[in-house]
């Protein structure tokens, strides 16, 4: 057991997930200065008052005592791009690696695929913001709960989904009325979830209309439809994002193996997925991505790697890795509380070769972000063939752009350009609270969207 001694609670919360990616939280504990300690002290971070400086320090003593090193240094956060860029903006972009070598202990071969990203990123026109903002548009249903699961999300039914879009057409309405108010307009329109596929055909074509008649004019470049669920899709409703402007759509498969999909609660098999694919480009809908997640439980790099292969064999423009996540929401940690780090290994092998043969076959990484409790202290990437990156993955994650969020969960953030800040205007998570305090919901916005 390790006990690290910190100046204050911030510095305690914030240095717990660099000491979680080097050991198990039973191994370490943190004493704020001041309070009794229970052992002996191992490192003392009281008279260091600088976050990077306190990183620093307990990433050399960890790396020394663990011997090993972590691939993304003492970097914690969700966006390393955005360091990159924000660091390659006032420096030049041969100082900017040398601090992110140097001060952030990052490796190479990370610093390598920031920069892929970043030169990526910087081939993507962007309308200029505000006027221009993303829309994100939630469907909290799904037809069965994924165990690694810890989005807002409910198994489907048809009452609650019938009323839930009764409360959201409301939300909507009052918030096009307020863009435009602002002059405001939706330069990319994103529906995720949950699986808004999950929705009857009835339901799914009247919220597409809405959507449309709101929110879309001659300045909307994208408009996404996550289908998520194979289970979820028929010709039907790819037809009915066609009709209403849908442009790109998501498949995710997660895993080509039958019997890792039915361990993680997936109700459907891989060739449900194939026949997705299928189907949707027959539809039109051309502009696919897939999901892949790496260290899903009891799959090898082989396992993983074949999964990949099947994938890129469907032939969607864009493929996102993802690392497995072990959320304390999710149903996975109460199984199994030490899968990350046991797929921790073959996780960081897995995500590797991933960039490695997706870069053979034509695909570029354009998305990056990074999340708590990841196995092996990986990253998502997203890649895409030259051309058709997402907008709304790019600017959502550069927090370059006012992102208004709807329905439940939903987090919207208005962005002040001037002085480089966000302003967050937060939904209730649970789907029942949200459509008995819609009205409070829109109250939000409007006081929010100033």
Request: charged letters at 25%.
């Amino acid at each position: 057991m390790y006990n690290i001694v910190v100046v204050d609670e911030k510095s305690k919360y914030r240095l717990r997930e660099l000491a979680n990616m080097f050991l198990r939280a039973s191994e370490f504990e943190f004493s704020v200065s001041g309070e009794p300690v229970t052992s002996d002290v191992d490192i003392d971070l009281t008279e260091v008052r600088d976050s990077l400086s306190q990183a620093q320090l307990l990433y050399d003593f960890l790396e020394k005592e663990t011997s090993q090193s972590l691939a993304w240094g003492v970097l914690t956060g969700v966006r390393p791009v955005k360091l990159l860029t924000e660091l390659i903006e006032s420096n030049t972009k041969r100082k900017a690696i040398e601090i992110l070598k140097k001060d952030y202990r990052v490796s190479d071969e990370k610093i390598e695929l920031l920069l892929d990203v970043y030169g990526t990123q910087c081939t993507v026109k962007q309308q200029a913001s505000p006027p221009a903002i993303g829309l994100y548009i939630g469907i909290p249903f799904c037809p069965s709960r994924c165990s690694y699961c810890s989005f807002t999300s409910n198994i489907y039914s048809k009452d609650g989904s019938v009323r839930y879009i009764n409360a959201l057409e409301r939300e909507m309405e009052a918030t096009g009325l307020l863009m435009q108010e602002k002059n405001w307009h939706a330069e990319s329109i994103y529906i995720g979830g949950g699986t808004p596929t999950s929705l009857d055909n009835e339901s799914f074509e009247r919220f597409l209309s809405l959507v449309t008649a709101i929110f879309m004019n001659e300045n909307t470049k994208e408009f996404t439809v996550e289908c998520g669920r194979p289970d979820t899709i028929d010709s039907a409703k790819l037809l009915i994002i066609k009709k209403y402007g849908g442009n790109r759509i998501s498949i995710n498969p997660q895993t080509m193996s039958d019997k890792t999909l039915a361990a993680i609660g997936r109700s459907h098999n891989a060739s449900q997925i194939q026949h997705a694919f299928k189907i949707a480009h027959t539809a039109g809908c051309d502009i696919i991505n897939a999901d892949l997640i790496a260290g899903l439980p009891g799959e090898s790099v082989e396992d993983f790697l074949r999964s990949l292969q099947k994938v890129i064999d469907l032939k969607p423009v864009n493929i996102t890795v993802h690392t497995l996540a072990v959320k304390r929401a999710s149903k996975l940690i109460e199984q199994d509380s030490d899968v990350a780090f046991r797929q921790a290994e073959a996780a960081s092998q897995m995500v590797k070769e991933a960039r490695s043969i997706l870069g053979k076959v034509g695909y570029r990484p354009y998305y990056l972000y990074r999340q708590k409790h990841m196995a092996g202290n990986m990253e998502n990437v997203g890649y895409a063939l030259p051309g058709t990156e997402s907008l709304y993955n790019i600017r959502i994650m550069a927090e370059n752009q006012t992102i208004i969020a709807l329905g439940a969960g939903g987090i919207s953030k208005i962005y002040y350009p001037d002085e480089n800040r966000l302003e967050r205007i937060p939904n209730v998570a649970n789907y029942e609270i949200y459509i008995e305090r819609i009205d409070d919901m829109i109250r939000r916005k409007e006081i929010g969207i100033q």
